[in-house]
């Protein structure tokens, strides 16, 4: 079991989310709907691993996962992006993002990526 | 208001996204265009309860609005993201027809970006506004039945 933050501006996407990992014996020790929040719980909460929505409104996915990764270069994050975010997905991933789902994203893939990055 | 048939819809934009559209709400499955309904010169077209909107061009001149009731709304939720919208979370109805909109649109980015017609910066749908007052514009409904419900576009394109 993983200690795990969902950041995504939607609430439908992190009750999702939340849903997924849940039922795959993670805990949600953090949720955050925006980047400056997400940056301010990573650094309360140290999660085992981010999910982090990539458009969100204020700071963006891409700029918080920028300053997570300044603060712990060994922090897992995983991108979850729209099918038109491949450019964004790219710098993510030079950023330090370990993975990233694409939505609608099933309960499986979720799982499946999580579970490989946290193996890492 | 007057109604067009499928096979003569005059935007290349508006078929790619609609075509994007059924594809999803029909499990990648096209569905027979006959049950779809348009209508152009839809300026005095009421919104259902919800709506997004998605702009089409850098200038966000042309616009798609998606617009649906929660059911529906919850139905694809269901279909998408394995969840029902519960009673009682309504703002997860927004935030559901926002995902509708914007995964109908990243999958139809790609065709675009094929027939050169590029447009998408990343851009959050937004709360849907339907301005129907604006001059030298083409309103176009389309109503897409689904199982749970009527799911309306319009299209706001210029001439």
Redesign the interface.
């Known amino acids: 079991m993983a200690r795990i933050m969902v950041v995504d501006?939607?609430?439908?996407?992190r009750?999702?989310l939340r849903?997924?990992l849940e039922g795959g014996n993670h805990e949600i020790v953090a949720e955050a709907s925006d980047g400056e929040d997400a940056v301010k719980a990573y650094a309360k909460f140290k999660p085992d691993l981010v999910t982090m929505d990539?458009?969100?409104?204020e700071m963006?996915g891409i700029e918080a996962l920028g300053l997570i990764m300044e603060m712990d270069s060994e922090a897992k994050v995983v991108m979850v992006s729209?099918?038109?975010?491949k450019d964004?997905v790219v710098k993510a991933i030079e950023l330090g993002a370990k993975s990233f789902v694409l939505?609608?994203?099933?309960?499986e893939k979720t799982l499946q990526v999580i579970d490989e990055v946290l193996a890492k | 208001m007057s109604e067009v048939t499928a096979n003569n819809i005059f935007s290349e934009k508006m078929e790619i996204i609609l075509s994007s559209a059924r594809s999803l709400l029909f499990g990648g499955e096209v569905s027979n265009d006959e049950n779809i309904i348009i209508i152009k010169d839809a300026e005095n077209h009421k919104l259902r309860a919800y709506s997004s909107e998605f702009s089409l061009d850098q200038e966000g001149e042309d616009k798609v609005i998606v617009s649906a009731n929660c059911h529906v709304i919850s139905y694809f939720?269901m279909m998408?993201?394995?969840?029902e919208?519960p009673e009682g979370?309504e703002?997860?109805c927004q935030?559901?027809l926002?995902?509708l909109l914007?995964?109908i649109?990243?999958?139809a980015?790609?065709d675009l970006s094929k027939r050169g017609l590029d447009f998408?910066e990343?851009i959050?749908p937004q709360v849907g506004v339907f301005d129907n007052s604006r001059d030298s514009f083409n309103n176009y409904l389309v109503i897409v039945p689904t199982e749970s419900g009527e799911i309306d576009f319009i299209f706001s394109l210029r001439d």
Do not use: Q, V, W
Not at chain 1, 54 to 57: G, K, N, Q
Not at chain 1, 82 to 85: L, M, P, R, T, Y
Not at chain 2, 80 to 83: A, E, I, R, V
């Open positions: 501006d939607s609430h439908m996407i009750k999702a849903l997924y990539i458009a969100m409104p963006t729209s099918i038109n975010e964004l939505k609608p994203m099933s309960r | 939720s998408l993201f394995g969840m919208i979370e703002d997860m935030d559901g926002n995902e914007n995964i649109i990243g999958n980015a790609r998408l990343l959050t």
